[in-house]
């Protein structure tokens, strides 16, 4: 592909292709919540040997992201894509050979490598598309996550009628059509393209994993641990806990579960859309504010109350209803779904090189989330004997989550604006805002002397103010990052040349410590971008530096 903006056709066809290439992937990788129930009966297994079983591809797909998203980077996500599926294929149809337990897990081992391809497509359809698209295109792409829903809707009807065995050929053979249709219609990625025309090598092992050295990256893991971990964690426990909580039969608490699934995913892609629009950093606020609020109604367990009245002992409960518990349970999961993508709308903005690296390790803290925390539920019940105990770990997480965003977010402003009192840029920050106002109003009567040979500069009122604007976003003038009682004065002026008619838009500073004081900013210029570079302007037409 030729160096400059993708074909619109071949955007389209890398993004849909890898969300239903996704979509069969999870489907296949959850093939074990419906067929383990059939082989557990098959071999006599146990709770805790049927847990194991189901978690074994879970853990397996989340250990190998990492590597798979690395190989994503260094050789392109369409091979490595093709390669995945085509593995993941062959080894849920050898599953039909096993005959015992550990020929079972061994074979959930091969099947887990389904789930690896996430970070693959992460990594290849974030380079299909500009940074300001890229919330939107890779929530599209995670809302495959339906295919667990798929797996539960579909998987018991063939598995009634003809077997496990057929479920697990059924499955596989999907799986490798797909793998054929998403290798011949799909192409490589612009930036590989670009590599192999001009014969760059792929960078070492060493070099990729670099990133894995900063916090922020852990960080993020532990978002994602909470949004994505807890999620599949919920919908593989909700079962089991409105059997318990609420009495319901298995087929009224498996649907129920399944409309907590579906939407859960659905609307990632919608949660794409209002990072692209407003940032993903403030759609974490909202997820992790959210579901602090919904975890603690949640954990709150039914309690009975007595007090003393005027007439005697009085007595009442408080306990939360069925439809209580689904309204709030799917406000949570809604959340959630907006969380996953703008966690991933932060990794290439920071790390536009490293996708593949850094997003398949955020990928596997979440997928062992996933893992992990059905069984710390199961362990709070026995040593607390309260349902509700799995909120209580749920509330913990999330509140950690939100308080160390927040603190690092502030740590992240006061760097920035420690950087920009410090800039070169800075001319006389001792001056109060008056001698500031005078300086600009000489400088505008220069500059238009220079430009226009006009020496009438006595002009006032509106007008004036209007043209001095204008001057000082067309000049060379350095934002000014001096401050006063009224704010910095690169907000002021930014807003000027927002009432100048010039471009508003921050997308040519992405990056600078002055960024931050810009509010309203559009697509492509989030805070998070704005911390990453030097390059300072208020408009596409304007150069770094100036304006």
Request: with cysteine; proline share 4%.
């Amino acid at each position: 592909m030729q160096a400059g903006a993708p074909d619109k056709s071949d955007q389209s066809r890398a993004l849909w292709l890898s969300t239903i290439a996704f979509t069969v992937c999870f489907a296949v990788w959850t093939i074990f919540a419906i067929i383990g129930l059939q082989i557990k009966a098959d071999i006599g297994l146990s709770d805790t040997q049927f847990g194991l079983l189901a978690g074994t591809p879970i853990l397996a797909g989340s250990l190998i992201r990492p590597i798979l998203g690395i190989w994503a980077d260094q050789y392109g996500g369409r091979v490595i894509y093709t390669l995945t599926m085509l593995s993941a294929a062959m080894m849920t149809a050898l599953l039909t050979f096993a005959d015992s337990y550990p020929t079972f897990l061994l074979a959930a081992l091969g099947v887990g490598i389904a789930g690896g391809s996430f970070s693959v497509g992460v990594a290849y359809v974030a380079k299909w598309f500009p940074k300001e698209r890229q919330g939107m295109a890779l929530g599209i792409f995670g809302a495959g996550n339906v295919g667990a829903a798929v797996t539960k809707f579909a998987a018991p009807v063939i598995m009634i009628a003809y077997g496990w065995h057929a479920v697990a050929l059924v499955w596989a053979a999907v799986l490798a059509v797909t793998a054929v249709i998403f290798f011949l219609f799909t192409k490589d990625d612009p930036d590989l393209a670009r590599h192999r025309a001009s014969g760059q090598k792929p960078e070492p092992l060493s070099a990729m994993l670099a990133p894995l050295k900063s916090v922020q990256v852990w960080r993020f893991s532990l978002y994602y641990f909470f949004v994505f971990g807890a999620f599949v964690a919920l919908a593989l426990w909700l079962p089991r806990y409105l059997i318990g909580v609420y009495g319901l039969d298995i087929a009224t608490a498996g649907a129920i579960a399944a409309l907590y699934s579906i939407p859960a995913s659905i609307f990632r892609a919608y949660g794409g859309h209002l990072a692209d629009k407003y940032g993903a950093r403030r759609i974490m606020y909202w997820t992790f504010m959210v579901s602090v609020a919904c975890t603690f109604v949640l954990s709150y367990p039914p309690t009975q109350y007595v007090i003393e009245g005027i007439h005697g002992p009085m007595a009442f409960s408080i306990r939360m209803s069925l439809v209580g518990f689904i309204v709030v349970t799917f406000v949570l999961g809604f959340f959630m779904s907006l969380g996953k993508a703008a966690v991933y709308k932060h990794i290439p903005i920071y790390y536009p090189d490293r996708v593949g690296a850094v997003g398949g390790t955020v990928g596997l803290v979440g997928g062992l989330g996933g893992f992990v925390l059905p069984i710390a539920f199961g362990a709070l019940n026995d040593l607390t004997g309260v349902w509700q105990s799995c909120f209580w770990l749920l509330f913990l997480i999330v509140t950690v989550s939100l308080v160390w965003m927040h603190f690092a977010i502030r740590e992240m402003e006061k760097s920035a604006a420690a950087a920009a009192s410090r800039s070169r840029h800075c001319p006389s920050c001792r001056k109060c805002s008056r001698s500031m106002a005078r300086r600009r109003r000489v400088r505008w009567r220069r500059t238009v002397r220079s430009r226009t040979g006009d020496r009438r500069t006595r002009t006032s009122g509106r007008v004036a103010a209007g043209r001095l604007r204008a001057v000082i976003c067309g000049s060379r003038l350095p934002v000014c990052c001096c401050r006063s009682r009224s704010g910095w004065y690169g907000l002021s002026w930014w807003r000027s040349c927002r009432r100048s008619g010039l471009p508003s838009t921050t997308s040519n500073c992405s990056g600078s410590p002055l960024c931050r004081v810009f509010p309203g900013q559009r697509s492509g210029s989030s805070t998070d971008s704005c911390l990453q570079s030097s390059a300072v302007g208020c408009g596409r037409r304007s150069r770094p530096g100036h304006c």
